[in-house]
C-alpha cells in the first residue's frame, strides 16, 4: 500500500512572509487552495496568531477556534466591512477566491489597504488563478506556494509582473 501525502504548500516561512507582508491585501496563488487552507490552520494555531477563514457558507470562522464564527458576514462585502471596522489584528483568509468583486468590495479593499499602525489587518485572497481588479492590482502582495508552480509573466501598466 502506497501512502501519498499532499505536497507542502504552505511553509512556515511562507506563512512569515505573509505575516511580516508591508502590505494589508496579499494574493496568494496556489495549484489546490483547499490544501494551502488545510495546511495553513496548524500554523495558525502554533504561531498563536489570530487567522480567520471566510466561506461563503459559514462567513468569518476562527482557523484556530472553529467555534467561533462572525455573525452576519456570509457576503463578501459584509466581511469586508466586518474586517475595516475591527480593531485588533488579524489575518483573514478568503480560500479558493473566484467570486466577482463589485464596485462597493473594490472600495472596501481600497480602505483596508490604507489601515496603518499597530493592529493591520490582512486580506489574503488564495486560489489558483486569482483575478484582480485592475485598480486593485498594485495594492496586493503577490506570493505563490506550491511545488514546480511557474511564474507567468505579465505586462501591466508597462511593466512586467509576476
Known amino acids: 500500500m502506497t501512502l501519498v501525502t499532499p ?15 508591508r502590505k494589508n491585501l496579499v494574493a ?21 496568531q489570530s487567522v480567520y477563514l471566510w466561506q461563503p457558507e459559514a462567513g468569518i470562522v ?14 463578501l462585502g459584509d466581511a469586508f466591512r466586518y474586517v475595516l471596522r475591527s480593531i485588533h489584528f488579524g489575518v483573514y483568509v478568503f480560500a479558493g477566491f473566484d467570486t466577482p468583486m463589485k464596485a462597493q468590495d473594490t ?15 490582512k486580506i489574503v485572497l488564495v486560489g489558483a488563478k486569482l483575478v484582480l ?9 503577490h506570493l505563490y506556494c ?15 509582473v509576476i
Open 7 to 21: 505536497e507542502l504548500l504552505v511553509t512556515p516561512k511562507l506563512f512569515e512572509e505573509v505575516l511580516s507582508s
Open 28 to 48: 496568494l496563488e496556489t495549484s489546490n487552495a483547499q490544501v494551502a487552507v488545510a495546511q495553513l490552520r496548524p500554523l495558525a494555531m502554533r504561531s498563536g
Open 62 to 75: 476562527s482557523l484556530r477556534e472553529s467555534e467561533v464564527r462572525v455573525p452576519g458576514t456570509h457576503r
Open 107 to 121: 472600495l472596501l479593499l481600497r480602505s483596508i489597504s490604507r489601515i496603518s499602525g499597530g493592529n493591520e489587518r
Open 133 to 141: 481588479p485592475d485598480d486593485l492590482e498594485g495594492l496586493f502582495e
Open 146 to 160: 506550491g511545488l514546480g508552480r511557474q511564474r507567468h509573466l505579465r505586462l501591466r501598466d508597462g511593466k512586467w
